[in-house]
């Protein structure tokens, strides 16, 4: 369901209409294979190249990095990239590939790093042209993230790099990644220093990247092995210890919660892709029989529906109202809400639909007339990656109740 | 129509509800509303009410009752997200007063042409009113009423009146010959009879009036028109009063739960406390975002009010629902008590959640519109 039309600042209002004609004439064809449902399932470079292309023509065309500065490749307007968004989502264009760039990288890259390094750095991670992935979590730290011990020893004035990642999403495509590290044992956040690291020149020169198989049996996440790989201390972007503050700036943004929008693009219905949306259940429904009549009668399955509707719209509308101070009782109570509900509300639509599709969700993409072409079950198995990654729906409750709510810690 | 960002909250809709919040702070804490309306316990007291008449003239007097009012007659005409922001304090603070149904009142008024002109006027005076328009089964389509036009005088029952006792008008609805007709009654008229429901509500008054040839101003015969369009706006501000509630119901078992000790831990630090009052929070802030966005659009983009009303009023009847149970079960064995003030707003939320519509009742409108109608 579309957002109501809201009233835009003239300098929106300009933007929007640039960006309209803009993606009516340069809409991307069709892609030659079948996509994934997001960048972080891609696994052939066909998939990649398509996707690339796409990021790289809409970052020429000013539709990405739009709020940034001119000076570090940006596009150096004042809350557009919401529109560019908004517009990429109506014109129902592909996904960006480089999203742990766009969303996490860029920001940390943004707000930490020297000015030398951002201007480097970012202008080819806007355009899509070096894919970023990022290196917090450990076999022995996942929700528990300040316990990473991959370790940086320093030797005059570079670093030598030994442990062990996972989950990886991206590695073996990416150029860069922003990665967590131990340089002091003896404490636990204040042992930590936040680097970028270049990995792709250093494959099989002291990084190993191992893909790892999704439940859904695509790939997309991997392991990174790193053996004594040196790197140089100006690809440090914390002051000595203090990884875990700049570690905040990702997550926050990681979660929806920072003071950047991040690109986005998205929605491409084709054959080969389709959205998890309330608008796209109600379609499988009016689609599906039950007991012999079209499922979108049955009174149950149509509650459940609507349901999912209003918290669609409810997750919308807080984006809005977040924006509204007179309306908001702690500046983090909205944004801190975000991931959690975006998430969770992927999953139940997902598991709606596999209850409307009933007997046909049993049909995987490798079966010919499968509903929706078997999206759904890939899709609800999918949701759990968003349950999962970024903090975990536990720990998000946990951070709400404790920093929004103020309620004691818990263990 | 398009809707502004801010949902229309302008800085004289924030004064408004600030002054509002300041208002019932200073005057009116839980401690005195649990004094005023708990006096007796006994399930089986005889039916009635309390309520305090000075401080709703205070209110009056602020000029509370005519910001609803249009402005060519008499009131302020304010938007309504800025009445929803008043109407959620009113929420807050449980307070028993005729503010909602007044303003409930005022939305049909305005659908009902020029004969609806001088009730206008006389709400914009500081006259409060209510509507009687549920039939005696409760049904929450306004298209059923259990009075009856006969030779211009109202005969039957009108049920689940709210806040009956303490208003001087009535806004009716009765079958007549050309339709559903609205009338104007005075609450002192001859052959209308009020008895006061016993009600599980101790913040609120509800009655049946039984109607034996009352005369009435005659307001129009296009009444269901007019109620129908009238309703999103209630549903809307019944959301707003449900968040406003639900708030206080969050704020204060966040503060019992941080500070009661078990196992040698607050028991927040317990997460099968500390999650379920987050889903709460969360739970309340889908209401309050779609409650504005509802009230907003019959501001500014009526074509979509009908949908995002019922949304807003779904969502609303959820949020009072789990606010009102955690809020209880999180409380413990003192939470089971008369001496605990939460159940006061246990008992004004579970009256909030089946008044003019469920949410049960609310999607299943909602999906007429959305998917189409239920049966081929
Ligand atoms: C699809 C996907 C992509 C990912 N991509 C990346 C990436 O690109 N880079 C990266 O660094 N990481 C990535 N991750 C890793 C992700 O951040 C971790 O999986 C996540 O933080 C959880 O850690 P864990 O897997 O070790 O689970 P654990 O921390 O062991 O948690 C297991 C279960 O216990 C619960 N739990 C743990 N602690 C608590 C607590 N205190 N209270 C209540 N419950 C608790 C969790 O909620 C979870 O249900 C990805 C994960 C997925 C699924």
């Known amino acids: ?62 539709l990405v990095g739009c709020d940034y500065p001119v000076a570090v490749g940006g596009g150096g307007r004042t809350d557009c990239q919401r529109v560019a968004n908004e517009e990429m989502l109506a014109a129902r264009t592909p996904f960006f590939p480089n999203v742990i760039g766009l969303g996490m990288a860029a920001p940390t890259v943004f707000y930490h790093a020297q000015d030398a390094l951002k201007e480097r750095l970012l202008p080819r991670l806007f355009s899509g042209e070096d894919i970023w992935c990022q290196g917090f979590s450990e076999p022995g730290a996942g929700s528990d993230l300040a316990s990473v011990q991959t370790f940086a020893e320093r030797r005059g004035d570079k670093w030598v790099i030994n442990g062990h990642k996972v989950w990886t999403s991206l590695a073996h495509f990416a150029e860069w990644m922003i990665i967590l590290l131990r340089t002091d044992r003896s404490h636990k956040y204040d042992g930590l220093s936040y680097f970028v690291v270049p990995i792709r020149s250093a494959l099989g020169k002291g990084v190993t990247v191992r893909p790892l198989i999704k439940i859904t049996g695509e790939t997309g996440f991997n392991e990174v092995i790193f053996e004594d790989l040196e790197v140089d201390d100006s690809y440090r972007l914390d002051e000595l210890g203090k990884g875990w503050q700049v570690a905040m700036t990702t997550l926050l943004h990681e979660r929806g919660a920072g003071e950047l929008q991040t690109p986005r693009s998205g929605g491409l219905k084709s054959e080969a892709t389709h959205t998890i949306s309330s608008a796209s259940l109600i379609n499988l429904a009016k689609e599906s029989q039950r007991d012999g009549a079209c499922a979108a009668y049955d009174p149950v399955l149509r509650d459940k529906m609507m349901q999912m509707v209003i918290r669609e719209q409810g997750l919308a509308q807080n984006n809005r109202r977040a924006r509204v101070q007179a309306l908001l009782d702690h500046p983090m109570r909205l944004p801190l809400q975000y991931k959690l509900l975006a998430s969770e509300n992927a999953q139940d639509i997902a598991s709606l639909a596999l209850e409307v599709a009933g007997a046909g969700s049993t ?34 409750r946990n951070i709400l109740g404790e920093r929004v709510l103020g309620m004691p810690k818990s263990k | 129509m398009t809707q ?5 909250f302008t800085e004289e809709a924030t004064m408004l509800k600030d002054s509002a919040r300041k208002f019932f702070a200073d005057n009116f804490p839980t401690e005195k509303l649990h004094h005023l309306v708990a006096d007796n316990p006994d399930p089986e ?23 609803a009012v249009p402005e060519e007659c008499g009131g302020l005409g304010m938007p309504l997200v800025a009445v929803a922001g008043l109407v959620e304090e009113v929420g807050r603070a449980a307070f028993p007063c005729p503010l909602l149904s007044t303003f409930n009142t005022c939305r049909v008024l ?88 016993g009600i599980v509500d101790l913040t609120r008054d509800q009655a049946t009036l039984h109607f034996d040839g009352v005369q009435g101003e005659w307001l129009t015969d296009a009444g269901l028109a007019a109620l129908n369009l009238a309703m999103p706006a209630i549903w809307t501000l019944l959301a707003a009063d449900i968040a406003g509630a639900a708030e206080w119901q969050l704020q204060t078992t966040v503060e019992y739960v941080s500070v009661r000790q078990q196992f040698d831990h607050p028991l927040a630090f317990f997460q099968a406390v500390k999650h379920p009052l987050v889903n709460v929070m969360v739970q309340i802030d889908q209401t309050r975002s779609l409650l504005y966005n509802a009230a907003c659009a019959i501001d500014c983009e009526p074509e979509k009010s009908l ?19 955690r809020s209880v079960q999180c409380h ?28 049960a009742w609310h999607r299943a409108r909602l999906a007429e519109i959305l998917i189409g109608p239920a049966a081929a």
Not at chain 2, 4 to 8: C, K, R
Not at chain 2, 46 to 65: K, R, Y
Not at chain 2, 307 to 325: C, I, P, R, V
Request: hydrophobic share 40%.
């Open chain 1, 1 to 62: 369901m579309s957002e109501s039309a809201r009233k835009d600042t003239p300098e929106q209002a300009d933007f929007r209409a640039y960006c309209q004609q803009w993606l009516a004439e340069n809409r991307p064809a069709d892609p030659p294979v079948r996509l994934p449902q997001s960048a972080l399932e891609i696994m052939t470079n066909e998939q990649l190249d398509y996707l690339q292309a796409w990021q790289k023509a809409a970052y020429d065309a000013g």
């Open chain 1, 363 to 396: 049909l995987y993409l490798n079966h010919e007339g499968a509903p929706d072409r078997g999206q759904w079950p890939m899709a609800y198995m999918n949701s759990y990656g968003m349950t999962i990654a970024a903090g975990t729906s536990e720990v998000q």
């Open chain 2, 4 to 8: 502004p960002n801010n949902f229309g």
């Open chain 2, 45 to 67: 007291r005889s039916p009635g009410f309390h309520w305090e008449p000075e401080l709703w003239q205070q209110m009056v007097e602020l000029g509370w009752t005519a910001i």
């Open chain 2, 110 to 197: 305005q659908n009902c042409g020029g004969a609806g002109q001088p009730a206008l006027e006389e709400i914009a005076a500081g006259t409060a009113a209510t509507l009687a328009i549920t039939s005696v089964d409760g049904s929450w389509n306004p298209g059923h009423c259990g009075v009856t036009v006969r030779d211009g005088a109202l005969y039957g029952t009108a049920s689940f009146v709210q806040d009956a006792g303490k208003v001087k008008r009535f806004l009716v609805s009765a079958n007549g010959d050309s339709g559903l007709a609205l009338y104007w009654v005075d609450a002192d008229a001859a052959g209308l009879q009020i008895q006061t429901d």
């Open chain 2, 307 to 325: 949908q995002f009303a019922h949304m807003a009023k779904a969502s609303a009847s959820e949020t009072a629902a789990l606010a009102s149970g």
């Open chain 2, 332 to 359: 413990g064995g003192i939470g089971f008590t008369w001496e605990c003030f939460i159940h006061l707003y246990f008992k004004r939320q579970k009256h909030s959640q089946v008044l003019w519509g469920d949410a």
